[in-house]
């Protein structure tokens, strides 16, 4: 079941729709590091954790992650590379239906979003939670297609898409903040939250050891 109306996600409502130093797309760019990973079912499982963050791990089959609710969400993308695709339909489970499986710690503050191959996005849990967030198994109707993250990816509106991780297969809870893959330092130091509109494109913090090893 779903509702009739998408969930407009709020930046879709604004007089001016590109954020700043962005350029619009009406195509669909593919991009990602690295290969682009095969499904199977059979094997594909989707996990919340860790204790105590969280109350149990809790594992979901692809049958159960397909049987959850749905939400429909119209949305605007805006990758870091400066293009923007605005206007884009999902259909999946909203991010916030985990939270109907676990009970989560008041102590957690960020999420680290992992998928195959070890990919991983790290966020502050209140964007993760917003209620434009969702798993999306569709765009614009149709299945997504191997390279935008079939059979499901988060998708984050109203952050830079990076965070929008393609190929998700679980979600960890943490009281601290850690980087993923396109936020650690040798994969270019991408920020930590990753706001399009005021431009959050790069981590302003220093690596521990200076930037670089010169
Ligand atoms: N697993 C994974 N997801 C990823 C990435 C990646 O490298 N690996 N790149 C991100 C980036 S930088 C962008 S802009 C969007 C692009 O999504 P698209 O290829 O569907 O346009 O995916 C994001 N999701
Ligand atoms: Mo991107």
């Known amino acids: ?16 729709r590109l954020p700043p130093r962005q350029v619009l797309t009406h195509k669909w760019p593919v991009l990602h590091a690295g290969e682009v990973p095969p499904f ?3 094997t594909w499982n989707f996990t919340i954790f860790p204790i105590p963050l ?10 159960e992650f397909t049987a959850l609710p749905r939400v429909q969400v119209l949305a605007d993308m ?64 149709d299945d997504l297609t191997p390279e935008h993250g079939y059979p499901v990816r988060l998708v984050v509106p109203r952050l830079y898409a990076w965070k929008s991780a393609k190929w998700v297969r679980g979600v960890e809870f943490m009281e601290e ?22 431009e959050q494109r790069f981590r302003d913090d220093v690596p521990s050891g200076g930037r670089g090893d010169l």
């Not at 109350?55 to 049958?63: L, R, Y």
């Not at 790290?122 to 109707?141: E, R, S, V």
């Open 1 to 16: 079941m779903r509702p009739d109306e998408p969930i407009l996600s709020p930046d879709t409502r604004r007089a001016q």
């Open 40 to 42: 199977d079912p059979a």
């Open 54 to 63: 969280v109350d149990q791990v809790k594992q979901f089959t692809w049958a």
């Open 78 to 141: 805006h990758c870091v590379t400066r293009w923007s695709k605005l206007d884009n339909l999902w259909e999946g489970v909203a991010t916030r239906e985990l939270l109907r499986h676990v009970v989560v710690s008041p102590r957690a503050r960020f999420v680290m979003v992992h998928c195959e191959y070890g990919f991983t996005t790290n966020l502050p849990i209140d964007d993760f939670l917003g209620d434009d967030c969702l798993f999306a198994f569709k765009h614009n109707g």
């Open 177 to 198: 903040d850690r980087p993923g893959f396109w936020e650690s330092w040798e994969h270019g130091g991408y920020h930590m939250r990753g706001d399009p509109w005021t």
